[in-house]
C-alpha cells in the first residue's frame, strides 16, 4: 500500500505529469517524440515532490480509465501535461477526432477523469 504525499488529486495529477515527463527509470510510454524530447529537457530542472511510487500508482490509474474512457483519460493527460490549459486540450482532441471538442466539454471530462482517479486512489490508498 503506497501512502500519498497529498490528498490533493489535483496537485498529485500535476506532479505525476511532471515525474512522467522527467523520466525515471522505468519506461511509461509517453515520451517516444521529438517534441517530447525537448519538453523533458526544459523540465528537468524543475522539483518532483512525489515518489516513484506514488508516480507508479498514478501511471497505473490513468492507464485503466485509458481502457474505461479513452477521451477522458486523453484530456487528463493532455490537460495535466500541458499545465493545466483547457483551451489546448479543446484543440488536441478535436485534431483527434471527427467531431470539435469544446473547451465546456474538456472542463467535463478533466474533472470527471480527476474525480475518478481520486475515487481509485481512495480505494487503492484507504480501503
Known amino acids: 500500500m503506497v501512502q500519498l504525499s497529498s490528498k490533493n488529486t489535483d496537485w498529485l495529477l500535476s506532479q505525476w505529469a511532471l515525474w512522467s515527463r522527467t523520466g525515471s527509470s522505468k519506461p511509461k510510454g509517453y515520451g517516444e517524440g521529438v517534441m517530447f524530447n525537448d519538453v523533458a529537457r526544459l523540465t528537468k530542472s524543475k522539483a518532483i515532490l512525489i515518489t516513484d511510487d506514488e508516480g507508479l500508482l498514478i501511471d497505473k490509474i490513468v492507464a485503466q480509465l485509458k481502457i474505461r474512457d479513452r477521451e477522458m483519460a486523453m484530456a487528463i493527460i493532455i490537460y495535466y501535461f500541458s499545465g493545466g490549459n483547457a483551451s489546448h486540450v479543446a484543440r488536441v482532441l478535436s ?8 473547451r465546456k466539454r474538456v472542463d467535463v471530462l478533466v474533472k470527471s477523469g480527476t474525480a475518478w482517479v481520486d475515487a481509485c486512489l481512495f480505494m487503492e490508498c484507504e480501503g
Open 95 to 102: 485534431d483527434r477526432s471527427e467531431e470539435v471538442v469544446n
